[in-house]
Each structure stands twice: as C-alpha cells, then as structure tokens.
C-alpha cells in the first residue's frame, strides 16, 4: 500500500507536526475510498440507460444574485489533489471542472473566472504533499480540495499551515485532521490554541470522518435488524490501518445491539470458504464487512457458493458504477454504506448533478465528484459572506479572514446535504462535517445493488434501501438464503 508511515517528516520550519503524535493510526482513507485496484472505470455501457439531458442543475451560486460582481476582473484558481489512477481521483478532477464551467458559463464565481489546476498525488504521500506545495507557490492558487488517503492529508498538514492557504478536504476520512485543528486538542505537544492556529486552514466537506461512520453504521443496524431478521452477525473487516478507528468503535458498541459471535481482521485470504463455513456454523445472518482491496474476492465467492448469510457494511469496490462489470453481476443483493448513488435524490440538486456530469464526461459520478463539486459552491459562498460582512471589494479575501466566518456559516446548495456546517474550534473534531445522525441528515444512504429492468435490463442499478427519505427500492434477499438475509 502506498499509504506507509516510513516517510520523512518534511522539513519545512514553524509547522513541523510531531511524528509520534500524528501517526497514531495508520492512514485512514480507504474506508470512504477506492483503493489502487479495487475499481474499475465507470463509464456507462451501451444500453445502460444512464445517459444524461445535461439541463435543470442550477450552477453553483447562481440563483439569488447576492454578491454578483464582487470579484469581477480577478480569477480564483483552485487546486484539485486527486490520486488520477483511480476513478475516485478522477471523479473529483470531473467534479471540480464541472462547477468551474458551469460557473464561468453564468457570470464566474462573483464575477470571478475560476481556473482548476490539476495535482495528481498518485496515492503518495509525499507525493501529496509536494503537490500541494506546487499548487500554492507554482500554480498560485488561492485555496485547494481534494486528497484522499490519511497518511496523505496528514503529511500535507504541515504544508497547509506554512503556507496558510485554505484547503478543503473530499476524500480523507481520518479523524486525525479534526483533532489536529481542535483547541481541545491533546494530540500534539503545544496547547490546543497554538495547534489551532497552525491547522485551522483546513476544512473537510466530506466525507464524514471514520468515528461517525462506525456511529453511522450502528444506527443502521439497531434501526434494520428487525426488518431484515438480524440477530446474529459476522464483523469482518480488513487488517490494513484504513479501517483501525472504525473497526474499534464499531465492535466496541456492536454487542449492545445483537450477537456478535465472530470478530475478525481479515487480509491475504485467497479463500473465504474457511471464514463463510465459520459463520455458517454459527448461525450468523450476515456478515458485516469493512473491505478495500480484498472486497471482490469475498463477493465473487458469496455468491458462487451461495452462502445462508446477507452481505454487505461498508465494501468500497461497490461503491463504483463499474463494480457490476467487474463481477460479473456477483455484487448483485451486496449492500454498502454511500454518501450518494445515481438513483439518489439527497437534494433537489443530487440528479441534476448526475445528469449534467454524465452529460459532460459520459461517466457516472462517484461520491467524490459530487463532494468536490460541493466544495465549489461552499469556496463561493465563504467568499461571498466574508466580503459583504468585511466589506471587501475587488479581492480575493485572505484565509484568516475567512475562517471566522466559514466556522459561523450554514451552507446551502449541496447535492448531499440540504443545509452544512462546520464543528467549531472547541469541537474535539474541528473544521468537520456537522453531522449527528442518519435520521436527522439523511445520510449516510444505504445501497444495495439490484436488477431493475424499468431502469435498465442490461446492468444492476445501485439503489438506496435506506434511509426512508432517500429510499429508492426495497431491499432484496437473494433465494439462495433462507429465513432472511
């Protein structure tokens, strides 16, 4: 894996981050993520019916006029780190260059043109890092989005605080970021003000962090176990340090909510018939996973073996469009936690979304691109705030001068959220995603995928079981299970 804790601290002077401190987990990103190899590309197949009309999506900031002409004559550039090797990388490039377009075709960002400028971190750390150098002081962006794996945000911490340029993560779960910004926090070795005001350049938009998505999945269960006949249930998920801090706050609570006979870290398996006849043997009714790189050879064999026990938890390769091809059609009645899918309608803007990105790239997005998109209105309207409050005219506003306000701010305008905050300072996850539960935000949905000829006949449809305001099909159990999957 590229995500190694071997790496040379960098060697810039004044926001040196303690090493013992910061690699407390291993990299964290897979959880939310693709990994290297684990998706394929996503383009829509002939007859899949997901063709995008490309119309009814109003541009980010476009709508109520306020602040037009703000930035008129200036160009903001923004930085997008995206690991481009994979489709997830490549959905936030997509993403970013879609609301650029579409804002320079209605006016600009307050009358602003808006540049994108590329950085391929290629699933490095250090490679991030250096691009996210590049970008500032090469590029001359004026803030950037993007990066992925955890080992990755957190060694572009240090380059983020020197160079004091607001960056706003779409891909890295890790909770070590929102500790980092925190003046609670008890992470590093200086008092929590002094980190603070190092680290409070950076703002993630999502996806929530890995200690909310256990607290997510939790509430599924306690909420699905008695529609779906779970009572017994198999918690497996892959020995990489990607899944740590989910796979402990998960099982720490789990119990409480029904039987848990079997916990274990699973890597290197080839066959998973020792581990599917286990969970036979103890009667379990599903088997909860965590998987990245491992995902697809435990799909393909569930399925072949038509195993008496539901699948699914957080399985990342089914998260792309081209995991139905991948299989084979084995990811059929495999169910994943998912930020968004192309059949969701989170908002009012979620299927407009899906149509104009099909319609300009003839993909289908993953729930990267859509948070990068998102980032873009949220870059606008934190302009747009701290210019009118400050009365600032004609200038890209400074990002100490911002800040405030984004902490302050509730941003509208989301595909996946209706309203976004960030946690506040004194949070113990600072500058994160203001998220409390899946009744209350709606999110994170619940995918199952299913064949659905009124959609398409040819290829499985990634439909939301879950929850009910984000519900687009029922869920399914395959006939080969018996008394409920």
Not at 78 to 90: E, W
Not at 195 to 201: I, L, R, V
Not at 315 to 330: C, I, L, R
């Amino acid at each position: 894996m590229a995500d190694s804790d071997n790496h040379e601290d960098e060697a810039d002077g004044g926001g040196r981050l303690d090493r013992r401190s910061v690699l407390t987990y291993g990299g964290s990103g897979a959880v939310a993520v693709g990994l290297a190899g684990c998706q394929s590309p996503q383009n829509p197949y002939p007859g899949s019916g997901l063709r995008g009309n490309g119309g009814g999506i109003e541009p980010p900031g476009t709508g109520d006029g306020d602040g037009e002409g703000l930035l008129s004559g200036r160009t903001v550039r923004i930085g997008i780190l995206a690991p481009m090797n994979l489709p997830l990388g490549q959905s936030m490039w997509d993403g970013a260059r879609l609301a650029a377009r579409q804002l320079n075709d209605n006016g600009g960002m307050l009358g602003a043109n808006v540049e994108v400028k590329n950085a391929n971190t290629e699933v490095k750390p250090a490679k991030a890092a250096a691009e996210h150098r590049r970008l500032i002081r090469q590029e001359n962006c004026d803030l950037t989005m993007g990066i992925f794996l955890g080992s990755a945000l957190i060694q572009t911490f240090t380059s983020i605080s020197k160079l004091g340029k607001l960056h706003i993560t779409t891909g890295s779960a890790d909770p070590r970021a929102g500790q980092l910004v925190s003046t609670n926090n008890t992470f590093t070795d200086d008092s929590g003000q002094e980190e603070y005001e190092k680290f409070k350049y950076h703002f993630r938009a999502g996806p929530i962090n890995l200690l909310d998505l256990a607290d997510a999945m939790l509430e599924f269960m306690e909420n699905q176990k008695g529609d779906r006949g779970w009572e017994r249930v198999a918690v497996l998920t892959e020995n990489v340090g990607e899944f740590t801090p989910y796979h402990d706050r998960l099982v720490d609570s789990l119990s409480d909510i029904l039987e848990v006979p079997i916990v274990r870290r699973v890597g290197g398996i080839s066959d998973w018939s020792p581990i599917y006849n286990n969970i036979e043997d103890e009667d379990c009714d599903l088997a909860l996973v965590g998987l990245a790189l491992i995902g697809t050879s435990a799909v393909n064999q569930w399925a072949n073996q038509k195993r008496d026990f539901g699948f699914g938890g957080i399985h990342v390769p089914s998260q792309s469009f081209g995991y139905w091809e991948s299989t084979a059609g084995n990811t059929e009645y495999v169910f994943t936690m998912n930020a968004m899918t192309p059949q969701t309608e989170n908002t009012e803007l979620t299927q407009p979304f899906v149509d104009a990105y099909m319609e300009e790239f003839d993909r289908v997005p993953i729930y990267s691109g859509a948070l990068t998109y998102d980032a873009v209105t949220l870059a606008e309207q934190s302009f747009r705030v701290t210019m009118e409050e400050e009365g600032i005219e004609g200038e890209i506003p400074e990002a100490d001068t911002m800040i405030p306000y984004m902490e302050e701010n509730t941003y509208t305008g989301s595909t996946i959220m209706n309203d976004f905050q960030f946690t506040p300072p004194d949070a113990n996850y600072a500058h994160e995603p203001s998220w409390t539960s899946i009744e209350e935000t709606g999110v994170p949905v619940f995918q199952q995928w299913q064949t659905d000829p009124e959609i398409r006949d040819d290829y499985g449809v990634m439909h939301s079981f879950y929850p009910e305001e984000n519900k687009t099909a029922e869920y399914a159990v395959p006939d080969w299970i018996g008394g409920g999957g």
